[in-house]
């Protein structure tokens, strides 16, 4: 069987998932009218210490209603370059709210605040104007790096100084809680907006919950819709993230363990040229040119392992919920059948 280590968003939903998503109540979402959904929007809204929460079709989604939300054309984004609103949202900062985006440069994706606050730009006409900042917890091209809670608040700050919005987009938001400890109400504390994924590490098979103020909430009730995410019956899905909160947080530490034993085993490879040490979920490495991404997973496919590729000599390997410990081991001896 294929050992899929190319993202957390390929689980399939486990038998109880799916007990919980058969026995769903439903209604019509777009009415309000959904017992499922409401009850998975109250459950996150209550979780992260906000009013109210938006349950969408995807982390993209959530973001991009975030950043219509939060802004107005001719605003300006500052994030980090490794951004998945930057890297992976096909230009929808500039496409959906009109705006520009200031890019800071990190190693790993984790901003500083003294790099945010220099980020922002001074009033003049002719500028656009600095209204959000985004950080992603974990950050995916960083690695799976993780905030820690002392340098969300400091960013906080710098932010509330200058009156700009603050999003996190937390994906994987209960992987760094997991990693670095904090409760979800103290990270929820320090942002306006919060994206937290269901399908990622949590193993739903669909959904991304946006959480904030009811005010906030209630605008993007109306983005969500015209951006086509008005669902009907979503409450079969709502259902597989309720499950996914209460069953599938708990676990995520064997996810890392297994990171770590990916990393353990790579970092002896010839064929390695740089390992990013995981902290979480995510295992990426440069391979030794001229050894290119794309030869080097089909050899990796041929030995039954499957992983992303992420520059064109940069691999990324994720573990998750249908990666067993034995799966783990198998893997690193395929890894080290290898030869270039
Ligand atoms: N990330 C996917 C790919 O798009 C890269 C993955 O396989 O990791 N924020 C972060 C930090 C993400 O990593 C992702 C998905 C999203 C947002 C978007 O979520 P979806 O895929 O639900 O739109």
């Not at 002896?268 to 490495?285: A, G």
């Not at 990324?316 to 893997?331: C, F, K, N, P, Y």
């Amino acid at each position: 069987m294929l050992i899929d280590l190319l993202s957390d968003t390929v689980t399939r939903p486990t038998e109880g998932m799916l007990r919980a998503m058969m026995a769903a109540e439903v209604g019509d979402d777009v009415f309000g009218e959904d017992p499922t959904v409401n009850a998975l929007e109250a459950k996150c809204a209550e979780m992260f210490g906000h009013e109210a929460a938006l349950f969408c079709p995807s982390g993209t989604m959530t973001n991009q209603i975030a950043l219509r939300v939060h802004t107005r054309p001719l605003d300006e984004v500052i994030c980090d370059e490794m951004s998945h609103i930057y890297q992976y949202e096909v230009g929808g900062y500039a496409v959906n709210s009109g705006l520009a985006i200031h890019l800071i440069r990190t190693p790993n994706g984790i901003l500083s605040a003294e790099q945010v606050e220099a980020a922002i730009r001074p009033r003049y006409d002719w500028l656009p104007r600095s209204a959000l900042v985004v950080v992603e917890n974990t950050c995916n091209r960083g690695g799976g790096s993780v905030y820690s809670l002392q340098a969300l608040r400091q960013i906080r700050a710098v932010c509330q100084r200058h009156g700009l919005a603050l999003h996190i987009d937390g994906a994987r938001i209960f992987n760094a809680l997991a990693a670095r400890g904090g409760t979800p109400q103290e990270v929820g504390a320090l942002a306006d907006s919060l994206s937290v994924c269901l399908s990622k590490g949590l193993g739903a098979p669909v959904g991304s919950v946006l959480i904030g103020s009811r005010s906030f909430i209630a605008e993007a009730r109306r983005v969500r819709k015209v951006m086509g995410g008005g669902m009907r019956q979503a409450g079969y899905l709502a259902a597989a993230g309720i499950y996914a909160l209460d069953h599938h947080i708990e676990r995520l530490p064997e996810d890392h363990l297994h990171a770590q034993q990916l990393a353990q085993a790579l970092a002896e490879m010839p064929w390695v040229e740089r390992l990013y040490p995981p902290e979480t979920n995510i295992v990426i490495f440069d391979l030794k040119p001229p050894l290119s991404a794309m030869a080097f997973l089909e050899k990796l496919l041929q030995q039954g392992v499957r992983a992303a590729p992420f520059g064109p000599h940069t691999v990324r390997m994720v573990t998750h919920l249908d990666v067993s410990g034995e799966m783990i081991q198998r893997a690193i001896s395929a890894l080290r059948h290898l030869a270039f």
